[in-house]
C-alpha cells in the first residue's frame, strides 16, 4: 500500500483545518449555504434528503486492517454504526452533524486516509480492478499506476473546476473488473511485442442521462507518457467541454459531437507539445512507486488441498461458498476471496462497524493485513491461503458476512436512491431487498448462475444499471415512482448498454417482472453452461418481451 509523506501529511491536515474553520463560520451564519456549498463539496459533504452525507476516498479501493477500523469507529462515534460502499470503491456515511465532520476527517487523516475531490468537478476517485496484484490473468499490477494518477490529480490547479466530474478507472488483466469503457478514461495495461508496459487508453464513457461506451483512440501509449497523455486528453476536454449545459458537460458528449478520430487528433497535438516535458515519468519514479505495492511474501501452504477438500466434503454450505466466493490466486497455494455484502434480504453495499471491525481483525490474521473495496459493492481479501479458507469463513460466518453469492442473482448493486438521495426519483433500497428474498433460495441461485442485476434510483445511475445484464431505474411518473427494465447490459472487457425492454413497471410488479426474465432466460438457454448475457446476446429481446408484455404491440 502507498504511505504517506511528509508532504501527505502536512497537507491532508492542512485541508481538515481549513474545513474545521469553514464549518464553524458555516454555523455561526457567518457563512450562507450557497456559499458553503462548494466549500463543502471539495471535502467530499453533500446535503442529503434527511442529512448531510461524508463520502471517503478509497484510492483504487485498496484498505489496510487499521483503515477499516478507523471507518468503524467513525460509524460508531459520528455516524449510526454503518457505512455504505459504493460502486466507486468509496465509502459513504449517511448521518453524520455537519458540527462532528472536522473531527471524523482529522480522525481519517489519522490513517492516511481523507474525502478530498470525492466530489465537485475534478478528477474523481481513480480506480482499479480489486484483484490487482493478486489475479492470475494480470500482465501487471494497475494500482501503481493509480496512485502516479492520484497523487498528480489531487487539487490539480488546472483541473480543479472542469465543466464537470471526470472519473478514471485502470485495469491490468484480461478480464476487464473496472469497467474502464464506462469511464470519461479508461487505461487497460498491456504489454507490446518488445514486452514493454503501456496502455490502451479509452475516453469518452460514461453511464447517466445519455449511456456511451468509450472509444479506444491509443491502442499503446509507453508507461512513461501516462501523466502527458492524460494531461493532453484534460486539456482538450476543459477547454472545448459544455459548460452551458450540465447535461451535456461530460467528455463523453464531447467524443461524440467531435467525433473519436478528431479528438484523438487534436490529443496527439496537445501531446506532442508535452510528451518530453517534466511529465514524462522516470522509470526510477515509477519503480519507486511500484515498491509500495509489492505484493506480500506468499510462503508455500501446499497443505491447503488436502485440507480444503475435506472440509469442503464436510461441510456443503463451506462448499458452496467456496465455490462462489473464492477465485483463483496467482499462486496455485491461495485464493482472493470475496465478503459478500448482499445477505439475502439486506441492504446492498452496508456494513456495520462491528462487521468492519471483524473484517480488519480477519485481514489481519489471515489476509496479510490487506482489503480491497470493488465496484459491485464487495469486499476482498486479495490473497489467503487455502489451508486458511475454512478459519476465515467462520469468522465471517459469526457475523453475516458469509453469504455465498458472488457474482449471482442476489449479488446485487443499488445506490442508495430516494431514502437518502435528493436527486433520486425512486426507492432502490427496498427494490433490492425484495429481489433478494424472492430468488434467496441457494439452489435456485446455483441453477439461474451468474446474473448481474443493478439499481439506480434516477437517471444519473450511480447503481449501473445501465451495464447489468438486467438493469432497473427508477422513475417518477405523475408523482408515483415506476422503473424502466433494460437488458443486456455488460461492464467487462466486452462492454454493452442495456436496452430498453418496454414499459415500465410499478414497484409491486419489479420483482414478479425479474421472475418472468429469469425463467424465460431459463426455458431457452441452451444447456446450464450457458449465462444470462450469452443467452440474451443469443435470441435477443424478443422473447422477454412476449413473456412480460404479451407481444411486441404492447411494450411498444
Known sequence: MYRYDEFDHAFVAERVEQFRDQVQRRLSGELAED?????????GVYLQLHAYMLR???PYGTLSSRQMRMLAHIARTYDRG???????QNLQFNWPKLSDIPDALADLASVEMHALQTSGNCIRNVTADHFAGAAADEVADPRPYAEILRQWSSVHPEFSFLPRKFKIAV???ERDRAAIQVHDIGLHLKKNDKGEIGFAVYVGGGQGRTPMIAKLIRDFLPEEDLLSYTTAVMRVYNLHGRRDNKYKARIKILVHETGAEELARQVEVEFAQLKDSELKLPDRDIQAIAAYFAPPALPERAEGWENLARWKKADPAF?????????PHKNPDYGMVTISLKPIGGIPGDASDSQMDAVADIAE??????IRVSHEQNLILPHVALADLEAVYRGLVATNLAEANAGLIT???????????????????PLAQEISRRFGDAARQAEIGELKIKISGCINACGHHHVGHIGLLGVEKKGAELYQITLGGSGDEHTSIGEIIGRGFEPDKVTDAIETIVDTYLGLRQDPSETFLAAYRRVGPQPFKDALYGSAAEAA
Not at 490474521?365 to 490487506?370: G, N, R, S, V
Not at 431514502?419 to 426507492?427: E, I, V
Open 171 to 173: 485495469t491490468g488483466a
Open 82 to 88: 454503518y457505512g455504505h460502499f459504493t460502486t466507486r
Open 411 to 429: 449479488d446485487i448493486i443499488a445506490c442508495p436512491g430516494l431514502d437518502y438521495c435528493a436527486l433520486a426519483n425512486a426507492r432502490s433500497i
Open 365 to 370: 490474521e489471515y489476509a496479510f493485513d490487506e
Open 319 to 327: 462448499a458452496r461458498w467456496v465455490q462462489q466466493n473464492v477465485q
Open 35 to 43: 456559499a458553503f456549498k462548494p466549500l463543502r463539496l471539495m471535502n
Open 56 to 58: 471517503i476516498a478509497i
